[in-house]
């Protein structure tokens, strides 16, 4: 499988690695810290379902795990739901194989909105949030998305500092942007592998000035390979402390009681399924393309081949 450098996927290994951390301490462990999440439930009557799509739902619901994982743009700490969904990442977990697929789905792609009418897919998030999010992916790419994980990326500050910072290659340009948005102590000397602190990270991972937005996304994965390194080199007990500082942040509707046995087999074997992430982006850019309308950037592509692409990553087909 290609594998993208468009999309952030250690988000969900930096995920995995804490539920790891929480099972291998006990699940009543688990539960006292997934409570630390925000609950918010969806209208599952109202997620833009096929009648087609939920009988394939009930086919495949004991062999696969699915959510989508909205990571806000906000700027405001206190509230997440202030910006758009700056990145949207379907996770499937195959509890077989234990292969994980992470589909990546561009902030700007051109899709039609219910309601709202032909727009940028991440303003599905600003319009109606996680609701309207989840019912405009399933009703375009016929879909059967009922779970999300709300991930506000400035929460990841506290988590980036209490490791130590994050080392990132930056050139001139890149340096320039932060320097010229942060405070004289978070000022960078220069280009090169830099140990970057929260502030200075989530400052690199919002530049969309100095490439693309695709470029951006390469920004946040570098960021949170960095991450999840330092991380995954900590003991158990280090994971857990650092785990309150993500998972306050997290906004979802997952009932995690439901999944204590996939915890528990992802605790067991997490060698093999941290080593089947596979990512992808869906639309691709090979049938994707660029466009301006009424001076707005979009990413437009071919509706068809988007499906086929989701029938392969998605449903295993």
Request: aromatic share 10%.
């Amino acid at each position: 499988m290609k594998k993208s450098i468009k999309i952030i996927i250690i988000i969900i290994t930096v995920i995995l690695m804490i539920i790891i951390g929480c099972v291998l301490a006990g699940y009543i462990y688990v539960k006292s810290k997934f409570d630390k999440m925000t609950y918010k439930p969806v209208d599952e009557q109202d997620l833009g379902i096929e009648v087609q799509t939920i009988a394939q739902k009930h086919v495949d619901v004991e062999k696969y795990t699915r959510f989508v994982i909205f990571g806000s743009d906000s700027r405001d700490t206190e509230n997440a739901y202030a910006g758009r969904s700056d990145t949207i990442i379907i996770v499937v977990i195959n509890n077989d194989t234990k292969e994980i697929n992470l589909i990546s789905i561009p902030r700007d792609t051109y899709v039609n909105v219910p309601d709202y009418g032909m727009t940028k897919i991440n303003h599905a998030y600003a319009y109606g949030q996680e609701q309207l999010s989840l019912k405009t992916i399933n009703s375009n790419f016929g879909l059967n998305l009922t779970q999300y994980m709300t991930i506000d990326f400035s929460g990841l500050i506290a988590s980036i500092d209490r490791v130590g910072g994050v080392e990132v290659t930056l050139d001139q340009d890149e340096v320039n942007f932060i320097n010229q948005r942060v405070t004289a102590e978070n000022k960078i000397a220069g280009p090169g592998t830099i140990n970057l602190n929260g502030i200075q990270a989530l400052t690199h991972s919002r530049n969309r000035y100095v490439g693309n937005d695709f470029t951006r996304a390469y920004r946040q994965r570098s960021i949170l390979i960095s991450l999840m390194n330092k991380i995954s080199k900590k003991d158990v007990n280090e994971i857990l402390s650092i785990s309150d500082d993500i998972l306050v942040n997290i906004t979802t509707n997952m009932d995690i009681n439901k999944y204590k046995d996939m915890f528990m087999e992802v605790a067991a074997d997490r060698n093999e399924y941290l080593k089947k992430i596979n990512s992808v982006q869906i639309p691709s850019t090979d049938y994707g393309y660029d466009s301006m309308i009424y001076g707005i950037y979009y990413f437009q592509f071919d509706m068809d081949r988007a499906k086929e692409d989701f029938n392969k990553y998605y449903y295993g087909e």
